[in-house]
């Protein structure tokens, strides 16, 4: 795949296919989180959105890998349990689920998934359910978190890394204030980053 073809292209799965062979296991995770994120409003509050946070805690390494495993058995318990179907949401029962439903049960799985899924994750049923659901939006996120060129990142002058600006960034990431983004921008320019690519 040609750089050109990188930054322009909307075919996610070969963008996936392409930085597959040297994505590590947190880029893979928390594109599997932002994806989830992005049908967000169809996981009502409890167990899947729970999973998704669970997902991004353990990318950044806040989460032990024991916790992140217990969800996929959280994930897959009610067709263990006796009695009346078990339900997803307090709504409808598996058997009565909607595609939104099992798109969003994915989504949540996909979050917690032992590395050797996330390897594969362009064959999972997930990356199929959210191909309808997510549309465009699973290329701009490959691109977010591989960069616009995967093979040479952006490269980082320490110097950047001002108090101001490291403490900007630390509550934008760990806040979700993205909407502050523009403002560690102006930091980073402060501080002397002139590289498009980094702003």
């Known amino acids: 795949m040609t750089d050109g073809e990188w930054m322009t292209s909307e075919d996610a799965t070969a963008l996936l296919r392409a930085v597959q062979p040297r994505a590590t296991e947190r880029k893979l995770r928390l594109l599997a989180c932002a994806v989830a994120r ?12 729970e999973a998704v946070v669970a997902g991004e805690l353990h990318a950044d390494g806040q989460l032990p890998d024991d916790d992140r495993q217990a969800f996929i058995h959280r994930l897959y318990a009610p067709w263990g349990t006796d009695g009346p179907p078990a339900t997803w949401f307090g709504g409808p029962p598996w058997a009565e689920a909607t595609r939104d439903d099992w798109a969003a049960f994915f989504a949540a799985k996909e979050a917690v998934a032992p590395w050797q899924s996330l390897s594969r994750l362009t064959f999972s049923p997930a990356w199929v359910m959210w191909a309808g659901r997510t549309g465009r939006w699973r290329a701009v996120l490959i691109r977010d978190i591989f960069g616009p060129d995967p093979a040479a990142p952006p490269a980082f002058d320490p110097a950047w890394r001002t108090p101001d600006a490291v403490a900007l960034a630390g509550h934008v990431y760990g806040d979700r204030s993205f909407d502050r983004l ?3 921008a102006a930091a980073l320019a402060n ?5 498009t690519v980094v702003l």
Do not use: K
């Open 191 to 195: 501080a002397g980053c002139t590289d």
């Open 38 to 49: 992005t049908i967000w409003d169809q996981m009502p509050p409890g167990l899947l959105r």
């Open 182 to 184: 523009p403002d560690l």
